[in-house]
């Protein structure tokens, strides 16, 4: 055995070698295109620490964040058929799908149910993600939304949901519309039953889910500077050939022409909703306590 040329130069190209940095540690706004320590975006639930621009958040990450001591349930979703209408174009429905769920790992679809306590209440939370096929809803969503509506029933408690959508899915074709129903019934029978159901849109909002459960809220929450609308800008501007206003279809802009009721930041999230649910299931209480602060 040689000694130098076995131990002795390994050890020293370790110490003269050059270590290349992990491809995931920064990250570039692309609001303000600052460089973002990736750990410190994370930890700032993915919102740009420069300008607060807020990105697009996977559910799995969205949830800690939102109940007591980031302890929830997950509900799998019922069971659909994968490809109902065996849809074909450049490459079959199915392997799309298992492609997106070979990528998406956690999430077998666009949608993500879960319950548990916030402020020491049971509440239900369905959430869209967006990375899953951009976030398109099909019978695999409305059957999820159906079974977050009846859990909420089942349980009392209140439902609030999280849109991110590009609409529906077009390889489930008149499958996929028929959600719009399905879902608007599901909503009704949450009302009903004299529950709270409000919806948080976040960026984007579109297609057949804006035309739906997505606006169909007792109160609509939104993100900062969310895409909201049923078809995008700039269909809507070759369309009408004319020029739209700035802002148009942004959270803000809504929010100014009455289609919102609120913009909250993501990190005031959880205490916005904690408080509108108070409202609509304590409403003695809350009457009380303003009236004594307005005495006070």
Same mark, same amino acid.
């Given at each position: 055995?040689?000694?130098?040329?076995?131990?002795?130069?390994?050890?020293?190209?370790?110490?003269?070698?050059?270590?290349?940095?992990?491809?995931?540690?920064?990250?570039?706004?692309?609001?303000?295109?600052?460089?973002?320590f @990736?750990?410190?975006w994370?930890?700032?639930?993915? $919102?740009?620490?420069?300008? /607060?621009?807020?990105?697009? #958040?996977?559910?799995?990450?969205?949830?800690?964040?939102?109940?007591?001591?980031?302890?929830?349930?997950?509900?799998?979703?019922?069971? $659909?058929?994968?490809?109902?209408?065996?849809?074909?174009?450049?490459?079959?429905?199915?392997?799309?799908?298992?492609?997106?769920?070979?990528?998406?790992?956690?999430?077998?679809?666009?949608?993500? %149910?879960?319950?548990? *306590?916030? =402020?020491?209440?049971?509440m239900?939370?369905?959430?869209?993600d967006?990375?899953? @096929?951009?976030?398109?809803? &099909?019978?695999?969503?409305?059957?999820?939304?159906?079974?977050?509506?009846?859990?909420?029933?089942?349980?009392?408690?209140?439902?609030?949901?999280?849109?991110?959508? /590009?609409?529906?899915? @077009?390889?489930e074709? #008149?499958?996929? *519309?028929?959600?719009?129903?399905?879902?608007?019934?599901a $909503?009704?029978?949450v009302?009903?039953?004299?529950?709270?159901? #409000?919806? %948080?849109?976040?960026?984007?909002?579109?297609? &057949?889910?804006?035309?739906?459960?997505?606006?169909l809220?007792?109160?609509?929450?939104?993100?900062?500077?969310?895409? #909201?609308?049923?078809?995008?800008?700039?269909?809507?501007?070759d369309?009408? !050939?004319?020029?739209?206003?700035?802002?148009?279809? !942004?959270?803000?802009?809504?929010?100014?022409?009455?289609?919102?009721?609120?913009?909250v930041?993501?990190?005031?999230?959880?205490?916005?909703?904690?408080?509108? %649910?108070?409202?609509?299931?304590?409403?003695?209480?809350?009457?009380?306590?303003? %009236? =004594?602060?307005?005495? &006070?």
């Open positions: 055995m040689n000694w130098l040329t076995n131990f002795v130069r390994p050890k020293l190209r370790a110490l003269v070698s050059r270590k290349s940095a992990p491809e995931n540690l920064w990250l570039k706004c692309p609001k303000c295109e600052q460089m973002l @990736m750990r410190d994370e930890a700032n639930q993915e $919102v740009c620490t420069h300008c /607060g621009h807020h990105m697009r #958040i996977r559910p799995l990450k969205r949830l800690p964040h939102l109940f007591d001591e980031g302890r929830y349930e997950l509900h799998p979703l019922p069971r $659909v058929p994968s490809d109902p209408l065996k849809f074909r174009d450049t490459k079959r429905y199915d392997a799309r799908l298992k492609e997106a769920q070979a990528k998406n790992e956690g999430t077998g679809e666009a949608l993500v %149910v879960a319950s548990g *306590l916030m =402020a020491g209440r049971t239900v939370v369905a959430l869209m967006f990375d899953f @096929m951009g976030g398109s809803m &099909g019978t695999a969503v409305g059957e999820g939304l159906v079974m977050a509506a009846d859990l909420a029933v089942a349980r009392k408690a209140p439902l609030i949901v999280f849109s991110s959508s /590009g609409g529906a899915r @077009m390889q074709g #008149i499958l996929s *519309l028929m959600q719009l129903t399905r879902t608007t019934i $909503v009704r029978r009302k009903e039953a004299g529950l709270p159901y #409000i919806v %948080v849109l976040t960026d984007p909002t579109t297609g &057949g889910v804006s035309a739906s459960f997505a606006m809220g007792d109160v609509h929450v939104a993100e900062p500077d969310a895409i #909201i609308g049923f078809a995008g800008p700039r269909v809507i501007q369309t009408i !050939r004319q020029e739209l206003p700035p802002g148009f279809q !942004r959270s803000e802009y809504l929010l100014e022409h009455g289609m919102v009721d609120a913009v930041h993501r990190h005031k999230l959880r205490e916005t909703l904690i408080r509108l %649910v108070s409202l609509f299931m304590d409403p003695l209480i809350s009457e009380s306590r303003s %009236v =004594a602060v307005a005495a &006070g």
